[in-house]
T-cell receptor, first 113, second 115 residues
Framework: AQSVSQHNHHVILSEAASLELGCNYSYGGTVNLFWYVQYPGQHLQLLLKYFSGDPLVKGIKGFEAEFIKSKFSFNLRKPSVQWSDTAEYFCAVSYSGTYKYIFGTGTRLKVLA | EAQVTQNPRYLITVTGKKLTVTCSQNMNHEYMSWYRQDPGLGLRQIYYSMNVEVTDKGDVPEGYKVSRKEKRNFPLILESPSPNQTSLYFC??????????????FGPGTRLTVT
């Protein structure tokens, strides 16, 4: 079955530390990849997406992610986190030719001021 | 304002009492979907719809029904709720992928408790 794995369930960082959240997906053909963020008490919103072209994609609020096809990975990065980045982060994939979306289990990030 | 709305936002009910959670979007999106979010399990897709009268099962459809009679609405129906359906439910919408619609817009969520 198609799946998405997020390796870090809880991450605690101090402000200004660098962030990398892992995401791996199972093989299933051509993929569209997403990172969504859920701030406390708010809707999920899109951070960034990849569906073709440059494998290094930049999103909102200084986040970026790199698609590495050979590793089936789409890791999220930010060079310097802020307290306001405290949230839950979800990686998601959709496979071309289908309309299903598969989300990872999420990573709770807490940034200490 | 472009948005996805869900009602109710909070619901406590008893086992077996039929309920409907409504979802509406004002962005003329073809694609709509329902998810449930559970601790440690992330979001799991229940059902999705590619357009009016076109729906399909996601990964966890058991115990749920949906209908898509109008483009803007996509209600989730629990005919006989059970305690294992206690969860946080999200509705989302987007344009179809082939029309460039990759970003899903999510509603605020409905927290359902079944006792």
């Amino acid at each position: 079955a198609q799946s998405v794995s997020q390796h870090n369930h809880h991450v605690i960082l101090s402000e200004a530390a660098s962030l990398e959240l892992g995401c791996n997906y199972s093989y299933g053909g051509t993929v569209n990849l997403f990172w969504y963020v859920q701030y406390p008490g708010q809707h999920l919103q899109l951070l960034l997406k990849y569906f073709s072209g440059d494998p290094l994609v930049k999103g909102i609020k200084g986040f970026e992610a790199e698609f590495i096809k050979s590793k089936f990975s789409f890791n999220l990065r930010k060079p310097s986190v802020q307290w306001s980045d405290t949230a839950e982060y979800f990686c998601a994939v959709s496979y071309s030719g289908t309309y299903k979306y598969i989300f990872g289990t999420g990573t709770r990030l807490k940034v200490l001021a | 304002e472009a948005q996805v709305t869900q009602n109710p936002r909070y619901l406590i009910t008893v086992t077996g009492k039929k309920l409907t959670v409504t979802c509406s979007q004002n962005m003329n999106h073809e694609y709509m979907s329902w998810y449930r979010q559970d601790p440690g399990l992330g979001l799991r897709q229940i059902y999705y719809s590619m357009n009016v009268e076109v729906t399909d099962k996601g990964d966890v459809p058991e115990g749920y029904k949906v209908s898509r009679k109008e483009k803007r609405n996509f209600p989730l129906i629990l005919e006989s709720p059970s305690p294992n359906q206690t969860s946080l439910y999200f509705c989302a919408s987007s344009f179809l992928p082939e029309r460039g619609g990759h970003e899903q817009y999510f509603g605020p969520g409905t927290r359902l408790t079944v006792t």
